[in-house]
Structure formats: structure tokens, C-alpha cells
């Protein structure tokens, strides 16, 4: 079974640009969550779908950051435009429902650089 | 607002030895506890996680978890380490939504390990 990818690995962009990142969770999984870690600092929750409805996104930073899950699958994450501070490490998780969505499963993240 | 703190950023084990990993949670109420490890340029990995029951869990390659809800400690522990295991270990909390299912995990810094031969 395929475990959840994220695209790119690797992102560098000048600030002012738009990145698109994208996320496959593994098949069946309604659960959908974005984190982020910022260099130093510890990895933050940004949002949380269930199939495509957004949750929770208590943990977006600020307006310029977009997340979709269309038709419940992928999700991809906007960044537009892109700030200094945005760098970091942006990881998906994803999950079943009920009980067993407490156990989530991560992707290897994209490293994002603004510079 | 709930917190996790993992209060040592780096530890030095040597290879064969006992290890046991920090971890404190700040929480009204006894939230779900997990413990992941990040190996260089991969994704993290659940190694454990208590809802209920039994203090102490059993996790993956050999390391187990104890929750002491008086002092609101999760710490992971292995009894001999080896020098695979080097990498980032993150303790996190979770809490239920009203839809009876995870919300968003929140996570210690990280503590890295490193392995001497």
C-alpha cells in the first residue's frame, strides 16, 4: 500500500512568487491534515479536511495561505504570495476515521525556500 | 491551550546503552499520546501512542512509552540502542472533534539523538 506522497520534494521561490504544493493521502483515508515546520521551531498544525470539507484550519497563518481537497482526495496548498517566513517544512498526514484517526501517517514533507 | 514540552534538544547515547527521552504535556483533560521519529529525509513515523488502558505501551523497533498522569510525563524508552536508531523523535498530543475523530496533533521541538560507536 502506498504510503501519502507530497510533490515537490524541493521548493525554491523568490518572495512575491505563488507555490502550489500538493499532497496524496493513502487511498480510504477521509482524513486530511497540513502541518508546517519553520526552521528551529516545532512542526504546527495548519488544517485539518474531512473528505473536503475543511475542519479545523485554526493553524493558517494568514490569508495568503490556500488549502483544497477536491473530490476529497489529493489536497494542494497555495502559499500567494510568498513571504521570507514561509520557508519551512510543510508535511500531510492522513488518516481513517473513528478511532483510528488518531493514528496519522505522514509524508516525507516539502522543504520550502523563499528567498 | 494545550503545550508539549521535550526539554532536551539533543542527546548523545552510546551504542548498546539505555535511553529514555522526555516528554511533558500540558492539558486539562488526559489527551491521546504519541511518540514519531524523523529519519534523515523521511517522513515521520508513529513509534507508539496511548488513549487508555495500560500505563505503559509498546511501540516499534523495540521502544516503549509510560504515561504518569500525575506528572503529566509521557517518556519514551528503549533498553539498548542501536546506531540506526539515530534521528529526530517528536512527542504529541491529540484531542478528539466533536465528530469523534483527530484533530490536529500538537508537537514538542523534537530531540535529536545521536549515536556514539
Known amino acids: 500500500e502506498a504510503g501519502v506522497t507530497q510533490f515537490p520534494s524541493h521548493s525554491v521561490i523568490e518572495k512575491g512568487q505563488t507555490v502550489t504544493l500538493r499532497c496524496d493521502p493513502i487511498?480510504?483515508?477521509?482524513?486530511l491534515y497540513w502541518y508546517r515546520r519553520v526552521m528551529g521551531k516545532e512542526i504546527k498544525f495548519l488544517l485539518h479536511?474531512?473528505?473536503?470539507?475543511?475542519?479545523?484550519e485554526s493553524g493558517m497563518p494568514n490569508n495568503r495561505f490556500l488549502a483544497e481537497r477536491t473530490g476529497g482526495t489529493y489536497s494542494t496548498l497555495k502559499v500567494q504570495p510568498a513571504e521570507l517566513e514561509d520557508s519551512g517544512v510543510y508535511f500531510c498526514?492522513?488518516?481513517?476515521?473513528?478511532?483510528?484517526?488518531?493514528?496519522?501517517?505522514f509524508g516525507p514533507g516539502t522543504r520550502l525556500t523563499v528567498t | 491551550a494545550q503545550s508539549v514540552t521535550q526539554p532536551d534538544i539533543h542527546i548523545t547515547v552510546s551504542e548498546g546503552a539505555s535511553l529514555e527521552l522526555r516528554c511533558n504535556y500540558s492539558?486539562?483533560?488526559?489527551?491521546?499520546l504519541f511518540w514519531y521519529v524523523q529519519s534523515p529525509g523521511q517522513g515521520l513515523q508513529l513509534l507508539l501512542k496511548?488513549?487508555?488502558?495500560?500505563?505503559l505501551v509498546q511501540g516499534i523497533k523495540g521502544f516503549e512509552a509510560e504515561f504518569k498522569r500525575s506528572q503529566s510525563s509521557f517518556n519514551l524508552r528503549k533498553p539498548s540502542v542501536h546506531w540506526s536508531d539515530a534521528a529526530e523523535y517528536f512527542c504529541?498530543?491529540?484531542?478528539?472533534?466533536?465528530?469523534?475523530?483527530?484533530?490536529?496533533?500538537?508537537f514538542g521541538k523534537g530531540t535529536h539523538l545521536i549515536i556514539q560507536p
Open positions: 498526514a492522513s488518516s481513517l476515521t473513528g478511532r483510528h484517526s488518531y493514528e496519522q501517517y
Open positions: 492539558y486539562g483533560a488526559t489527551p491521546y
Open positions: 504529541a498530543v491529540g484531542l478528539a472533534y466533536s465528530g469523534g475523530g483527530a484533530d490536529g496533533l500538537t
Open positions: 487511498s480510504g483515508h477521509d482524513n
Open positions: 479536511f474531512v473528505k473536503e470539507s475543511k475542519q479545523d
Open positions: 496511548y488513549f487508555s488502558g495500560d500505563t
